[in-house]
């Protein structure tokens, strides 16, 4: 039995969920998965594109602003071929990208639903056996939110 006291609060709640648009639903669960993986002690970004090479959203560490630039402009130039080697069938792609003469990172792409793809810089030294467990998680469940939102409008 429900008391009168808990009445009103939960009355806000459900307005509270129901006040929430799908859009915005959608747009904060992106960005808690990219939050998540960016969270990894390696992780130098984490960047999730359109297949036309748009940045739909990006979580990166402020010391990586820079290489997380040239990256971006990389990538909107390899975009294209990146996309068609993943939905081809393979797992992932991994690039080794020279920053500089002295830095080279490893740079993995997923895809992430059929419109999105999974960008994640890692340091060199970064384990990248657990990474690839958790840029696969990552990109499964944005692929499924991603294409979730699109049956929403």
Not at 28 to 52: K, P, T, Y
Not at 119 to 131: E, F, I, P, Q, R
Not at 141 to 153: A, F, M, P, S, T
């Amino acid at each position: 039995m429900i008391s009168q006291d808990s009445m009103p609060s939960q009355e806000l709640q459900i307005n509270n969920i129901l006040s929430v648009s799908p859009l915005s639903a959608v747009v904060n669960s992106i960005g808690e998965e990219i939050g998540h993986l960016a969270e990894f002690e390696n992780v130098q970004a984490v960047l999730l594109f359109r297949v036309d090479g748009r940045v739909l959203e990006s979580q990166y560490q402020e010391d990586s602003s820079e290489t997380v630039l040239i990256v971006v402009s990389w990538v909107r130039n390899i975009i294209s071929k990146t996309t068609e080697e993943l939905q081809r069938g393979s797992r992932s792609v991994k690039y080794d990208k020279e920053i500089n003469p002295k830095l080279t990172i490893p740079v993995y792409f997923y895809l992430a639903g059929r419109s999105s793809i999974l960008v994640t810089l890692l340091d060199s030294k970064a384990n990248t056996g657990l990474m690839e467990i958790e840029m696969s998680r990552t990109a499964k469940r944005l692929g499924w939110i991603i294409d979730e939102k699109r049956l929403l409008g």
